[in-house]
């Protein structure tokens, strides 16, 4: 073995090793501008091909780009967000030929991007390193025709020039992602903070946010970096995860054979579940950065940095802080997922106002993690209050309130109309207990072990009860009910 | 008739811009067989076009100052639906659906577009014989060439086929035929002309300029098209003074400086004469001319040969066969681009797109064009301590080191070719303004021409200068 090869973190370790996976993403996401980066079409997802165009987005000959303002407003934005220096860039052409790129060359930025040196906190508190936030044109779509959409098999192409010139934002992260877990968490912080400053819908789906995955393995306690490869089409958070997790196996099962991680660009399979080699470092382009001669450099003057840092809007991060603080007693989980889920605000209202209700802020909870996960629709603050004071009063049992807190996030209103409408109306003590007695008399077995300290019939007797009332009785109350008759 | 005495004439109505108009285009039908300085005549757009301003003039309106005036286009600027090809076959086909920002500002002046001028392929050479349709010929002698690349317009004003032109200089384009042609020809200081529209070879040096017989029809298109235009982000210049308005105050008391590097080594003993008699002409006028040394001149063509084509290579990456021009089928997506670029482009521009694509790749680049870009720097120090430091506001040279130059005499030599721009590159490098005055014949009785630069935005000075060594013939 070479003196090189000895350099390899993990290579030819025994398959017991302890593996960690390392990986740091790139993150386009489209800048939700009014026109294109450089040039006055409209920059809209969809339309009719070749519809938002223009000589700019087209390259013709004698076409110059103008930068769009509103477009570095919003990488700003973006960079101050991610805590990035914001910084004179210079815009560089970067050069390969791809039908879909109507210059052959891109308009980039390369060795001086417009934000630099940043971080973004996951909810877990951690910090993941931003080395850089950079703007650049988008490419258009190529469509192959014929051979089932595949490239080798196509009789022709067509290309639709409606994305080519929609601004970018490209946002590298170090490699401080330990977990597929993790990497999803980062995505889902980032499109967060990208929709929170506006900058972006983040919508995967559509494109508008688009990741690129560098993974590489080593032995858990190496420092140094093992060989990466770059993953590209992951279109979802699921694919994303699939894909890293797939990658580092492929990595591993590699080292621990004796055999090496070649640096290669790597495409990822959602239907076969698996990655394969596009290209390898030897043949990856020499896009010949230089300087656009036809753009000047971008000065940004420190008021107008100042002037944007003042009007960014709370970050996800502050939200969490904000509703921590509101609600010691919630998990840093829960807060995250209120926060992601654009709960936030009915949240804070909710958790201030039954602020020191142990009982209260526990059944928010609930409704947070569970019934809410959908978002929370029409649902206004003061009738989650209302409702969870409904069931601290007993008027409402747990199942009466999923079902009354479904309806107020479905078309809104008070908890007490939508209670009525459900025909939950409490019940009479009375006719609880008259109904208690009456499932004793009828269950004399179930009864006998009950009350010889079988507690698992309490279950049966509740259940009972509530199949009998529809679910309108308060599964604490028959407890107590029944506790009392054992005497 | 001057430019000016047709403008004055068609607004003044003595004259019809039709009749202007049918003369010229007559004189390029009987003449232009010889000299083939038109890709295009535009007779019929350009006679629609004079009635309307005929129609403006009885209708009591201004036309404006090119009124009726005949203009040459030089075949890289835009046209809206009339062809545009930079004399390639590559652009076979293609009608820009715009027309370039100097193109409007002339129409909105009253011009009348008459054609499109023969050039080098893509603006790359210095005699227009690289061009896909053919060479243009010298009307002065039609053995030798126009030089380069804006050959067909300064042919076209030397031939009377119209009274001004444009051309675009990014080596000294506009400026070497206008001096091998015996006529005016402008490089406006980097920035006064929007390039809007026009296709690009060099984007740091390409420059739009006019070309006219007169140093006062240069000034006034000059005047037209340097208006600053949004859609060129390097169109940046603060209002340009007019040009035109001070072209008569002389030069009493200016400091010239006869630049040694570009005078000496390598002109030929008859143009460096009449460079001589310029220098007279302007002491004469209370110039006072002295001998100034800018040391890094001579590395100009060297760093300008490296950052053109690199620059080129770049800008002409978008002709492919895909989106308009030629296209030359293959079996795959990257076979149809070789093929169409194998075909379409000519053996100068596969030159400077091979020396370009070479000068920018991994592990060439700092060698190359980083070390271009650092001479490039160097040149612009040592001008603006000429212009700053030493005080100088105008600075003299030859255009062109010889006359014209026989056709076929230095199209086997590409080196022996880009020597003819050592005089005019520098500038291009600096992003100053310079242009080239008409200054007599050498011993072959060709025309001389005198370049007069001056420093950024300088342009007020150096037409006055030329001014002046006009009327002192």
């Not at chain 1, 971008?298 to 609600?327: C, F, G, M, T, Y």
């Not at chain 2, 064009?369 to 603006?384: E, P």
Request: aromatic fraction near 6%; hydrophobic fraction near 40%; include cysteine.
């Amino acid at each position: 073995m070479s003196a090189d090869l000895h350099d390899v973190p993990g290579l030819g370790t025994p398959a017991d090793t302890e593996w960690e996976t390392v990986v740091g993403l790139e993150v386009h996401a489209e800048l939700a501008t009014a026109t294109k980066l450089f040039s006055a079409s409209p920059n809209r997802f969809g339309g009719d091909p070749n519809t938002h165009i223009d000589p700019v987005s087209l390259g013709l000959p004698g076409s110059l780009p103008v930068i769009n303002e509103e477009a570095v407003n919003l990488a700003i934005r973006v960079g101050l967000a991610l805590n990035c220096q914001v910084q004179t860039s210079v815009f560089a052409r970067k050069h390969y030929f791809y039908p879909d790129m109507p210059k052959n060359f891109q308009i980039s930025q390369y060795d001086h991007p417009i934000n630099v040196d940043g971080w973004l906190e996951l909810p877990s508190g951690k910090r993941i390193g931003i080395e850089r936030a950079h703007l650049e044109e988008d490419t258009g779509k190529t469509a192959h025709v014929g051979g089932g959409g595949r490239i080798h098999e196509a009789g022709y192409s067509l290309v639709d020039y409606n994305r080519a010139g929609v601004p970018l934002i490209e946002i590298v992260g170090g490699p401080d992602l330990r977990s597929a877990e993790e990497a999803r968490q980062y995505v889902t912080e980032l499109r967060a903070i990208l929709v929170a400053v506006g900058a972006s819908d983040g919508k995967m789906e559509e494109g508008s946010l688009r990741v690129d995955c560098n993974v590489s393995v080593r032995p858990e306690g190496t420092n140094r970096l093992g060989t990466r490869c770059e993953i590209k089409n992951v279109n979802s958070l699921r694919s994303m995860g699939r894909a890293i997790d797939y990658e580092a196996r492929r990595q591993i099962d590699l080292l621990t054979s004796g055999q090496l991680v070649e640096q290669q660009t790597r495409h990822w399979n959602e239907d076969e579940g698996r990655t394969h080699a596009l290209r390898s470092k030897e043949e990856d382009y020499d896009y010949r950065y230089f300087p656009e001669p036809d753009l000047l450099p971008l000065v940004i003057s420190d008021h107008k940095v100042a002037q944007i840092q003042n009007e960014l809007p709370p970050l996800p991060q502050d939200l969490r802080r904000n509703l921590a603080k509101a609600a010691p007693s919630v998990d840093a989980d829960l807060i995250g997922l209120i926060v992601e889920r654009g709960l936030y605000d009915l949240a804070l209202a909710a958790f201030d106002q039954t602020s020191g209700n142990l009982r209260a802020i526990k059944r928010l909870r609930n409704h947070f993690a569970h019934d809410l996960a959908g978002g929370h629709g029409s649902l206004l603050a003061k009738a989650l209050i209302d409702l969870v004071n409904m069931e601290e009063a007993g008027d409402l049992t747990a199942t009466q309130a999923k079902k009354v807190l479904a309806v107020l996030v479905e078309s809104g209103g008070s908890p007490q109309d939508a209670a009525q409408e459900l025909g939950f109306e409490a019940m009479d003590t009375g006719e609880l207990e008259s109904l208690v007695d009456s499932l004793i008399a009828e269950h004399a077995e179930e009864w006998s072990r009950f009350c010889d300290g079988d507690g698992k019939l309490t279950g049966f007797f509740v259940g009972q009860v509530m199949r009998a009332t529809q679910g309108r009785a308060d599964g604490k109350v028959v407890t107590q009910l029944l506790n009392s008759r054992r005497g | 008739m001057t430019a000016l005495e047709i403008a004055t004439a068609v607004r003044s109505g003595k004259r019809s811009a039709r009749s202007v108009v049918d003369e010229y285009l007559g004189a390029i039908a009987e003449g232009d067989d010889d000299i083939h300085a038109f890709n295009m005549v535009t007779a019929a757009e350009a006679r629609t076009r004079a009635d309307e301003i005929d129609g403006a003039v009885a209708a009591g309106q201004d036309p404006g100052p090119l009124a009726g005036v005949p203009v040459a286009l030089k075949d890289n600027l835009c046209t809206r639906g009339v062809a545009t090809t930079c004399s390639s076959r590559i652009l076979e086909g293609w009608e820009p659906p715009y027309d370039a920002h100097v193109v409007e500002q002339l129409h909105n002046a009253g011009a009348v577009v008459v054609g499109k001028t023969n050039m080098d392929e893509f603006a790359m050479g210095s005699s227009t014989e690289n061009s896909a349709f053919g060479p243009t010929r010298n009307p002065c002698d039609l053995s030798r060439v126009p030089g380069g690349s804006s050959g067909g317009s300064a042919a076209a004003v030397a031939a009377g086929f119209a009274p001004v032109a444009l051309g675009s200089d990014t080596g000294g384009s506009i400026r070497q035929p206008a001096a091998l042609c015996g006529v005016v020809g402008v490089k406006p200081t980097y920035g006064r002309v929007s390039r809007y529209g026009l296709v690009a070879f060099a984007s740091s040096l390409d420059q739009i300029g006019p070309i006219a017989t007169t140093v006062a029809d240069a000034a006034t298109v000059l005047d037209v098209i340097g208006f600053t235009d949004p859609r060129d982000q390097t169109n940046r210049l603060p209002d340009p003074k007019q040009v035109s308005d001070t072209l008569s105050d002389g030069v009493n008391g200016l400091r010239v400086g006869v630049l040694t590097e570009l005078s000496g080594n390598g002109i030929a003993p008859d143009v460096a004469a009449r460079l001589q008699v310029a220098v007279g002409a302007l002491e004469s006028a209370g110039a006072d001319v002295a001998k100034v040394s800018v040391p890094s001149a001579i590395y100009g063509l060297s760093a300008y040969y490296v950052i053109a084509p690199a620059e080129a290579s770049s800008n002409l990456a978008r002709f492919d066969g895909v989106r308009y021009g030629l296209r030359v089928d293959g079996s795959s997506t990257s076979d149809m681009n070789t093929a169409t670029r194998s075909v379409g482009f000519g053996d100068e521009v596969k030159r400077r797109i091979m020396i370009g694509t070479y000068a920018l790749s991994a592990g060439y680049y700092d060698a190359y064009y980083g070390k271009a870009q650092k001479v490039r720097t160097l040149i612009i120090n040592d001008f603006n301590r000429v212009w700053y430091g030493d005080k100088f506001d105008l600075l003299l040279s030859p255009t062109s080191p010889t006359t014209a130059f026989s056709l076929g005499a230095r199209t086997a030599d590409p080196m022996s070719m880009y020597m003819s721009d050592v005089c005019t590159v520098p500038v291009n490098l600096t992003g100053q303004a310079a242009m080239s005055v008409p200054y007599g014949v050498g011993d072959d009785g060709l025309p001389v021409g005198v370049q007069v630069m001056a420093p950024v935005q300088g342009e007020p000075v150096m037409f006055r200068a030329a001014k002046v060594l006009e009327d002192s013939l």
